[in-house]
């Protein structure tokens, strides 16, 4: 019965302290391990009360969580996308370029891109990807134009100058204009005091938010690191102007065992019909590749 309560009303769970609501937020999925691990001394003593009990859990993670069990590859749509921290320290950007060129994605968004790396990636993508845009350390190729592109203050207060993790561009897609965002939130750590440390990716997300209220395109489509779960009350400015941001699984960090997708593809007036990830690059994260329908 606990499990089922934290599950439906984990909104409910204080964040004044250690943002303990937010830290449950982040792994919320992984409470529907409990449902089977229950359901074995419920079999063992024979009790038909905790396995009727069992039905809120699982129920209420089906509910939450279900969707992304279904296949996504081949989910219906007209355009598709690439969200993928390459890794500031990948060994091998051409191949994780080839990787993330592949599934011939529309649009393809970067994090951690460096001075460095940026012509390895550039050799493989603009070939197929002619329109690119590069801000600080995050970029988008695009197969379509671009009619213009700038960067988006997301820096928190204190941080270095030279910080630059977002960009806008509008993007001349076959079913119109749209306002495609690439963003890199800024990390959250656990540890004492602060318990779950996210007030710099907080502020970030309010300053995202602020940009988004005054986009005037009316398809706006973000693909970012944003450090943040689609559950997670932190991400709720930007969630309530972008709704559509598909299934909470499948997991996207860490690369070698998945816990959380803090990688995100999320829309207004077009709609996230599939997502799922791609194979390992040389990033301690995994790509995901969504499908929209514009």
């Known amino acids: 019965m606990l499990v089922g309560l934290l599950l439906t009303g984990h909104a409910l769970l204080p964040n004044r302290i250690g943002r303990l609501g937010s830290l449950l937020e982040t792994f919320l999925p992984w409470l529907g391990v409990a449902v089977p691990a229950l359901l074995v001394p419920a079999l063992l003593r024979r009790s038909a009360a905790a396995l009727v009990a069992l039905v809120l859990p699982g129920g209420a993670w089906l509910g939450l969580f279900g969707a992304g069990l279904l296949p996504a590859e081949r989910a219906d749509g007209d355009v598709t996308v690439v ?31 460096t001075p460095a790396a940026l012509p390895a990636y550039a050799a493989v993508l603009d070939p197929v990807y002619p329109y690119r845009s590069v801000h600080g350390t995050v970029a988008l190729w695009s197969r379509h134009p671009l009619l213009d ?74 693909l970012g690191d944003l450090n943040s779960t689609v559950h997670d009350r932190g991400l709720a400015p930007v969630r309530e102007l972008l709704p559509s941001a598909g299934p909470a699984l499948p997991f996207s960090w860490p690369a070698a065992l998945p816990v959380a997708r803090i990688d995100q593809v999320m829309s207004r007036s077009a709609t996230v019909t599939g997502l799922w990830t791609l194979p390992a690059t040389g990033s301690d994260h995994l790509p995901v590749a969504a499908r929209l329908r514009h």
């Not at 963003?183 to 540890?191: D, F, Q, Y």
């Not at 300053?207 to 988004?212: I, S, T, V, Y």
Request: net charge neutral; no cysteine.
């Open 149 to 222: 592109d700038r960067p988006v203050w997301l820096r928190p207060a204190g941080f270095d100058p030279n910080w630059n993790r977002g960009l806008r561009a509008t993007v001349r897609l076959p079913g119109g204009d749209a306002a495609v965002y690439v963003a890199h939130l800024p990390s959250v750590r656990l540890g004492l005091p602060d318990g779950f440390g996210s007030a710099p990716r907080d502020e970030s997300i309010r300053l995202l938010a602020r940009a988004l209220a005054a986009e005037r395109q009316d398809t706006v489509i973000l």
């Open 83 to 113: 969200q993928h921290n390459v890794g500031d320290t990948n060994p091998d950007p051409a191949g994780t370029a080839a990787a993330l060129r592949r599934i011939r994605p529309d649009l393809i968004g970067m994090q951690e891109l």
